[in-house]
C-alpha cells in the first residue's frame, strides 16, 4: 500500500495511524476482498521517490524507488490495544 500525505505547518510533530483489518465474513458482506502475503503483523515504512508527475495507475513494475527505510510498525489485535 502507498499512502501520502502533505503536513502544513502545524504545532503537531508526530501523527498517529490506526488501521482495522475486516474479518473475511465482514469484508464479504461489504462485498470487499484483500489479498495479502507475508507477515501482516509487521509493515515497513519507507521514505520513496517523488513521481515526476501525477500517478494515475500505481503497480508494481511503476512503484516509486525506495530512498530509505524509516522504521517499522507493528499492529496488535484490537484486544491488545486496549489493555
Sequence with gaps: MFFQWNLRK???TSCYIDSVV?????GYAANKT???SGSLTQIQIWN???PT????????NSR????ALMGTVA??????KIE
Design 53 to 60: 508527475g501525477t500517478m494515475r495507475i500505481l503497480s508494481w
Design 75 to 80: 499492529f496488535l489485535p484490537e484486544k491488545e
Design 34 to 36: 484483500y489479498t495479502s
Design 48 to 50: 520513496v521517490t517523488t
Design 64 to 67: 516509486p524507488q525506495r530512498i
Design 22 to 26: 475486516p474479518t473475511p465474513e465482514d
Design 10 to 12: 502545524s504545532k503537531f
